[in-house]
């Protein structure tokens, strides 16, 4: 079956310590999209890609990176410039005219 | 841009009772309307979507409805029941090569036994 697949579950990050998360889909969807969410709060866009080798800044850039080397996979790295890093961060996909595809997300912590 | 406000953010409903959420947006371009819910822990799921030519569309216990005019398109669920407790989230977008979609701040669904 097609999916997204978003890993780890859950990371833990040292503070100062640079962390990649994980994301591949395998529904050859040319879009991919990195959200926050914070508890009991709504999605803030990251990072976006809409082809590969291409990617924009959303609406909380500061102190994350990606990259798309492939069209299916859209890392995200948290960098130490990230002051707050402990949220819950969402992948997601989708092709022309259609809804997102999310992920089931990883739990990132510092500790 | 285009902005999305979604009401309520809380919601209480007695099991078999009906629930409506509200949404309003601000781009009359905006031509796709879906609808996600979030269990805890999970990621969103899509549930139903509804595009401008549409004006209501029906799946089972959930239905939404689309008012172009008047630039609001809301979510019913009716019969409801414990596992409908979640987190939904009301978004729209205009359909073409940028499919960035813009979402609702959510609103928390609690069915009451």
């Known amino acids: 079956d097609g999916g997204i697949t978003q890993s780890p579950k859950y990371l833990f990050r040292k503070e100062g310590q640079n962390v990649t998360l994980s994301c591949e889909q395998n529904l050859n969807h040319d879009a991919m999209y990195w959200y926050r969410q914070d508890p009991g709060q709504g999605l803030r866009l990251i990072y976006y890609s809409q082809i590969v080798n291409d990617f924009q800044k959303g609406d909380i850039a500061e102190g994350y990176s990606v990259s798309r080397e492939k069209k299916e996979s859209f890392p995200l790295t948290v960098t130490s410039a990230q002051k707050n890093p402990t949220a819950f961060y969402l992948c997601?996909?989708?092709?022309?005219?259609?809804?997102?595809?999310f992920g089931s997300g990883t739990r990132l912590t510092v500790v | 841009g285009e902005n999305v406000e979604q009401h309520p953010s809380t919601l209480s409903v007695q099991e078999g009772d009906s629930a409506v959420i509200k949404c309003t947006y601000s781009?009359?371009?905006?031509?796709?309307f879906p609808w996600y819910k979030q269990e805890l822990g999970k990621g969103p799921q899509l549930i139903i979507d509804i595009r401008s030519n549409v004006g209501e569309k029906k799946d089972q216990r959930i239905a939404v409805t689309l008012n172009k005019t008047a630039k609001h398109f809301s979510l019913h669920i009716t019969e409801t029941q414990p596992e409908d407790s979640a987190v939904y989230f009301c978004?729209?977008?205009?359909?073409?090569?940028?499919?960035?979609?813009?979402f609702g701040k959510g609103t928390r669904l609690h069915i009451l036994p």
């Open positions: 997601a996909s989708t092709r022309v005219n259609y809804g997102y595809t």
């Open positions: 781009d009359s371009a905006s031509n796709y």
């Open positions: 978004a729209a977008s205009f359909m073409n090569r940028d499919d960035k979609i813009i």
